[in-house]
């Protein structure tokens, strides 16, 4: 396979994951976040906290979103470059929490470091910037907003 092609299946690849982990947290799907993720990975959501290994990074999506009615994880814009079996990238999010017809929601970005896997490419460093908040922070734990 040409290089060129081999760039656009891998970029292709890590899209995906970035789609799959947003997914995954809306549909409580903690198997398929899980799967996210290298084994030894860290996570850091700034202001709420620092995660180590994809069983904490899943505890921390429970606690913030289990309690919640619905939510809904949007990510954009992703920039990629890839150097052999590692990565990086960078996108948009939005994430907007609901519970009992009221609302919060921010937004910022993600930026990740990637590792090829037997499995795929997955995070293995991942750090959230929030940039902006709106409507009520009291809806998730203190610990989990900006």
Known sequence: MN?????????????????EYARAVDARDWPALTECFTTDCAVDYAISGHADGPDEVVARCRVAVEPLDVTQHYVSNP???????????????MAVHVRAGRTFTFGGAYADRW??????WRISHRRLERRWTAG???????????
Not at 136 to 144: A, C, F, G, K, S
Request: hydrophobic share 45%.
């Open 115 to 120: 590792r090829r896997v037997e499995a795929g």
């Open 3 to 19: 290089e060129e092609l081999r760039s656009l299946i891998d970029r292709r690849a890590i899209e995906d994951v970035l789609v």
């Open 79 to 93: 920039v990629v470059a890839i150097a052999g079996d590692v990565a990086t990238s960078t996108c948009a999010l």
């Open 136 to 146: 009520d922070p009291t809806l998730v734990p203190r610990n989990e907003r900006s």
